[in-house]
């Protein structure tokens, strides 16, 4: 089974902390993405990646940077995070296909920002 | 990617048929039709996905019309941990990420 991990389920920070979201993966997948998502607006897509060193910006990447250095970790930071950042974050990861490429999702992140 | 239509909500009785709607009126001729679902506090999880064909795996079947201007998700006989958003969303052939719409929130009730 594909396995996503993220670092941590729940995660309080400070206005102005830089804070970095960790996402694994296990099966040697070639893509990797990050989406926000809260009450009211769905799932938002910030920053993907299809290749170790290439990111791609999403639709909501203000504010956000990501970091591929590993195939298997999407790394995603907040430069400076703000209280409009509290959210829940979702790691996805996939292997390309011809519209037939399946996302497998992580348990998501909390993060409150105070 | 073309947009989809789903009604907001649905109410299904546990072990009933649950049929979930979806418009996608505008599908274009290499787009896919995917459904996943979000159980409450977890990440979205894979369903099923087809083309043209009607599909089914051991999750559900997924009716497409044959038009492919909409389809329908069924799960046979629904249970209580079926209650989720459930996500139609179609997608062209290309390595292009996902896009979510809003849903359907399925509630199933015993």
């Known amino acids: 089974d594909v396995k996503v991990t993220q670092s941590s389920r729940y995660l309080v920070k400070r206005t102005g902390e830089k804070v970095f979201l960790e996402c694994v993966q296990d099966m040697d997948h070639e893509n990797m993405f990050w989406y926000r998502q809260d009450p009211g607006l769905g799932l938002r897509l910030i920053y993907f990646s299809y290749d170790v060193k290439m990111k791609e910006k999403g639709d909501i990447p203000e504010g956000y940077s990501v970091s591929r250095e590993k195939k298997e970790r999407f790394s995603l930071i907040l430069e400076s995070a703000s209280t409009n950042q509290t959210s829940m974050y979702l790691c996805?990861?996939?292997?390309?296909?011809?519209?037939?490429?399946?996302?497998?999702f992580g348990p998501g992140t909390r993060l409150l920002v105070l | 990617d073309a947009k989809t239509t789903q009604p907001t909500s649905m109410d299904c009785a546990e072990g009933r048929a649950a049929n979930l709607p979806c418009n996608h009126s505008t599908i274009s001729g290499n787009e896919y039709v995917y459904w996943y679902r979000q159980i409450h506090s977890q990440g979205p999880q894979y369903i099923i996905h087809g083309l043209k064909n009607n599909e089914t795996n051991e999750m559900a079947s997924l009716i497409i019309t044959e038009d492919r201007k909409s389809s329908t998700l069924i799960l046979p006989h629904a249970t209580l941990r079926d209650t989720a958003v459930y996500y139609c969303i179609v997608r062209n052939s290309g390595n292009t990420p996902l896009v979510f719409g809003k849903g359907t929130r399925l509630s199933v009730i015993a």
């Open positions: 996805a990861s996939s292997s390309p296909g011809q519209g037939t490429e399946t996302q497998y």
